[in-house]
Nanobody, 127 residues
Framework: QVQLVEAGGGLVQAGESLRLSCVASGRTFNNYAMGWFRQSPGKEREFVAALSWNGGNTYYVDSVKGRFTISRDNAKNTVYLQMNSLKPEDTAVYYC????????????????????WGKGTQVTVSS
């Protein structure tokens, strides 16, 4: 059974940092595009960051560019989201996700094309 499990969320003050991790089990996602998404109360889930299947490209929503970094450790089947200079508007439940297949067909940015989802980790940023 394929599982994605996020961790690393918490309560921090504005300006601080967190590193989220997403550990995959049941399948190797080394050649999969991976994405991070978030959902705030009363809002739709939105794309945050993605990493291409071969790690050659990264994508970010404008609001996090320069502050967040997505990366992966293939040996650990883990994807990370380093979040620096956090702002109150970053408060949300953060989800990692993977598409149904490997390779370049998926960018990891379109949540409608993602197949595997974690249960999320809460990030709360106080002002």
């Amino acid at each position: 059974q394929v599982q994605l499990v996020e961790a690393g969320g918490g309560l921090v003050q504005a300006g601080e940092s967190l590193r989220l991790s997403c550990v995959a089990s049941g399948r190797t996602f080394n050649n999969y595009a991976m994405g991070w998404f978030r959902q705030s109360p009363g809002k739709e889930r939105e794309f945050v960051a993605a990493l291409s299947w071969n790690g050659g490209n990264t994508y970010y929503v404008d609001s996090v560019k320069g502050r967040f970094t997505i990366s992966r450790d293939n040996a650990k089947n883990t994807v990370y989201l380093q979040m620096n200079s956090l702002k109150p508007e970053d408060t949300a439940v953060y989800y990692c996700a993977a598409p149904p297949g490997s390779g370049p067909s998926y960018s990891g940015r379109n949540e409608n094309l993602m197949h595997y989802w974690g249960k999320g980790t809460q990030v709360t940023v106080s002002s």
